[in-house]
């Protein structure tokens, strides 16, 4: 069975950084394309960034170019999503997900691609 599990949500100051994790089970990351999404109160789910499977391309949304990266370590079957000079604007529950039969280019890769999902870890930017 194909599971996802995010962690390394948390409270941080305006300008600070964090580091997501999303673990798999049931399954090999690297050959999956793998998601980051984020949904705040009372907004709909929206793309962050996402990675190609074997090796391939990142995407990512404009509103975090520059400040967040998605990587792979293949000996962990993890992809990280690393925040930096995080902004008020990103407190939102942030989600993993991934999908075996796909592949995007562009922006970050919209949701309707993917059929599974993590359960989301808090992220919350606050002085």
């Known amino acids: 069975q194909l599971q996802l599990v995010e962690s390394g949500g948390g409270l941080v100051q305006p300008g600070g950084s964090l580091r997501l994790s999303c673990a798999a089970s049931g399954f090999t990351m690297d050959y999956y394309l793998i998601g980051w999404f984020r949904q705040a109160p009372g907004k709909a789910r929206e793309g962050v960034a996402c990675i190609n499977k074997n090796g391939g391309s990142a995407n990512y949304a404009d509103f975090v170019k520059g400040r967040f990266t998605i990587s792979r370590d293949s000996a962990k079957n993890a992809v990280y999503l690393q925040m930096n000079s995080l902004e008020y604007e990103d407190t939102a529950v942030y989600y993993c997900?991934?999908?075996?039969?796909?592949?995007?280019?562009?922006?970050?890769?919209?949701?309707?691609?993917?059929?599974?999902w993590g359960q989301g870890t808090q992220v919350t930017v606050s002085s």
């Open positions: 997900a991934a999908e075996e039969r796909a592949y995007h280019s562009g922006t970050a890769c919209p949701a309707y691609l993917f059929k599974s």
